[in-house]
């Protein structure tokens, strides 16, 4: 059986070393004084939950939520001559301050490049990706798991949840997994990132423990997200950023490289998505 949450986060180690070798400089944050930047979240999958997030820099000592942007102009495209117009908030949900989401509803197609563009005070912004295909998931099976949990939080949990795919080989991948228990996202320590190439998953995917334990009658979904070879690199200098211990040998903390322009800090992720759900019940009932 092996341990997707341990496995993935020792093969980054690694990876990311040989990944900052071979980098270009980044810009070092400096937390004292850091001009007021714009940042950018945006998602459009092959499914219909597309959205971009826009909020500011604050200090690095400010306190509460970044400020949301909600004046801005979004808008998405792609390659073969569509364009998608994305309007803030259209619920007036305070939640959602700073969200944008498409006036129609559209969905991501295989192969294609959605091109993103956000104005913003006068300024530009924009970043382009492509569409890659993403392996599906063939099953999620229920283990018991008899220890005693020291955290009160997980009293009752006795149950982990194994994950099954195929991963193809003819081609090069990367995907990103979040893991969710009745709704909210699970992950095994706060500054956890789920992600990995095709070289560690190799060509059968069996007996994955996904993180989190679980309690009889919890549901528990498992989204497996395609990466171009760029948010791959985000997601690992995003990972190295949240891992670094501050210790004399660490690296000063940089900026995740991204693929927006104008100074924009954030990424614009275009992917493929495929999920699973499960309830938990006692195995063979």
Do not use: W
Not at 60 to 70: H, L, Q
Not at 248 to 261: G, I
Request: charged fraction near 20%; aromatic fraction near 12%; include cysteine.
């Amino acid at each position: 059986m092996i341990n997707l949450k341990k496995n993935i986060n020792l093969i980054l180690t690694a990876s990311l070393l040989m990944i900052l070798m071979a980098c270009e400089e980044t810009v070092t944050i400096d937390t004292n004084e850091l001009d007021e930047r714009v940042v950018i979240e945006g998602l459009i999958t092959n499914q219909q939950n597309h959205y971009v997030k826009l909020t500011r820099t604050r200090s690095f000592y400010a306190t509460g939520p970044a400020d949301a942007i909600e004046n801005a102009l979004v808008s998405v495209s792609d390659n073969n001559g569509n364009t998608f117009q994305f309007v803030h908030n259209p619920t007036d949900d305070p939640t959602q301050n700073g969200f944008y989401y498409p006036m129609n509803s559209f969905q991501g197609q295989i192969g294609s490049v959605y091109s993103l563009d956000v104005q913003v005070d006068g300024q530009q912004y924009n970043a382009q990706e492509e569409l890659l295909p993403v392996t599906a998931i063939d099953s999620l099976t229920i283990i018991v798991n008899e220890e005693e949990f020291e955290d009160p939080e997980e009293e009752g949990r006795f149950y982990e949840v194994l994950f099954y795919a195929s991963e193809p080989q003819d081609r090069k991948d990367q995907y990103l997994f979040k893991f969710y228990r009745n709704g909210e996202i699970v992950k095994d320590s706060h500054t956890d990132i789920y992600f990995s190439d095709d070289i560690l998953l190799g060509e059968k995917i069996d007996d994955l423990e996904i993180a989190g334990y679980y309690a009889e009658g919890e549901e528990v979904m498992v989204e497996m997200y395609s990466l171009t070879q760029e948010a791959f690199i985000f997601y690992s200098d995003l990972f190295n950023l949240l891992n670094n211990d501050g210790g004399m040998f660490s690296p000063p903390p940089a900026n995740p490289r991204t693929n927006l322009s104008n100074g924009a800090l954030g990424y614009f992720q275009v992917s493929a998505l495929d999920s699973e759900s499960i309830t938990i019940v006692p195995p063979g009932s």
